[in-house]
């Protein structure tokens, strides 16, 4: 399984028009071949020691995929361009981590 951690930075003000436009696209990107989550959520201070001061900017995007080859396969499908075209000039920035859960 692969798990994806995509970290939005919407510009200042944006954040809403970002996270309504994730959640427009975002059903037709949960309809993929092996898509086992894909959902936002917004950081919120949590009093836990470890973290750092929520970014109200930011929107975070937990991805689940079932294998790495359906998630290039996904990919090839170009599923974000509606995301992109509707959110255009409102980001700032975009980065995104995978990990792999370990073989059993």
Not at 26 to 54: F, H, K, M, S, T
Not at 60 to 73: G, M, N, T
Not at 95 to 100: A, F, L, P, Y
């Amino acid at each position: 399984m692969i798990h994806l951690i995509a970290e939005i930075i919407a510009k200042p003000g944006q954040r809403d028009a970002v996270l309504a436009a994730f959640e427009e696209t975002a059903p037709a990107v949960r309809q993929g071949p092996g898509c086992l989550e894909y959902g936002a959520a917004l950081e919120i201070p949590a009093g836990l020691p470890v973290q750092p001061p929520a970014r109200e900017n930011a929107i975070v995007v937990v991805i689940k995929w079932a294998s790495a080859e359906l998630l290039q396969q996904h990919f090839q499908t170009e599923p974000l361009e509606p995301f992109f075209q509707k959110t255009q000039g409102m980001i700032e920035s975009i980065t995104v981590r995978g990990v792999m859960t370990p073989p059993e």
